[in-house]
Nanobody, 117 residues
Framework: QVQLVESGGGLVQPGGSLRLSCAAS????????MGWYRQAPGKQREFIAR???????NYADSVKGRFTISRDNAKNTVYLQMNSLKPEDTAVYYC???????????WGQGTQVTVSS
């Protein structure tokens, strides 16, 4: 099994920044890519960004140029640097890691990000 634990959420004003962290533990060899999704009230969970173990990245169009995903393989940790935050970025942010064999996905418990003045 793999455990994912997020941290770093909170309340920030529009235009501000936050950095989320997700630490993976357990059977790390089961996973390669790690990433982030978010879910706003009344909306479906949506993809935000992902990064592979060799640092290839993908982003949703809604966050390109504002969010940056990175990882520290030695610490089994992935980060999401969020800049120029907007009220529509308000959501619960979830860390995600699919199993290499595609059997199922691992999810963190989520961390709340609220962008409001």
């Amino acid at each position: 099994q793999v455990q994912l634990v997020e941290s770093g959420g909170g309340l920030v004003q529009p235009g501000g920044s936050l950095r989320l962290s997700c630490a993976a533990s357990g059977s790390i060899s089961f996973i390669n890519a790690m990433g982030w999704y978010r879910q706003a009230p009344g909306k479906q969970r949506e993809f935000i960004a992902r990064i592979t173990r060799n640092f290839n990245t993908n982003y949703a169009d809604s966050v390109k140029g504002r969010f940056t995903i990175s990882r520290d393989n030695a610490k089994n940790t992935v980060y999401l640097q969020m800049n120029s935050l907007k009220p529509e970025d308000t959501a619960v942010y979830y860390c995600h890691a699919p199993r290499r064999d595609g059997r199922f996905d691992y999810w963190g418990q989520g961390t709340q990000v609220t962008v409001s003045s």
